[in-house]
């Protein structure tokens, strides 16, 4: 079983920066694909970004040149900085994580919260 524990969430002004973190725990598991999505009140969790094993990324277009996720395989963590932050961003920021071991899994973290005020 694979736990995930997300960190970096907080208030912060439009036009601010954040950066999360996720870090995926267990044993015998391997790490494919991460990402974050995020859920706003009232509206359905969306993919913010992903990125593959071999670094491979896409993002969603209302983040793009301004958020960069980014890996560190060997601590099986997964970041998302996050600049020039807009109040639309304000939503919990999820972590979600492919990992095989006997068979496909994907986990979720358990969200962590971004407010920004304009």
Do not use: H
């Not at 015998?28 to 992903?50: D, N, T, Y």
């Not at 670094?55 to 600049?83: H, W």
Request: glycine fraction near 10%; hydrophobic fraction near 35%.
């Amino acid at each position: 079983q694979v736990q995930l524990v997300e960190s970096g969430g907080g208030l912060v002004q439009a036009g601010g920066s954040l950066r999360l973190s996720c870090a995926a725990s267990g044993s015998r598991f391997i790490i494919s694909a991460m990402g974050w999505f995020r859920q706003a009140p009232g509206k359905q969790r969306e993919l913010v970004a992903r990125i593959s094993r071999v670094g491979s990324t896409n993002y969603a277009d209302s983040v793009k040149g301004r958020f960069t996720i980014s890996r560190d395989n060997a601590k099986n963590t997964v970041y998302l900085q996050m600049n020039s932050l807009k109040p639309e961003d304000t939503a919990v920021y999820y972590c979600n994580v492919q990992t095989y071991s006997t068979t496909w899994v994907n986990s979720w973290g358990q969200g962590t919260q971004v407010t920004v005020s304009s």
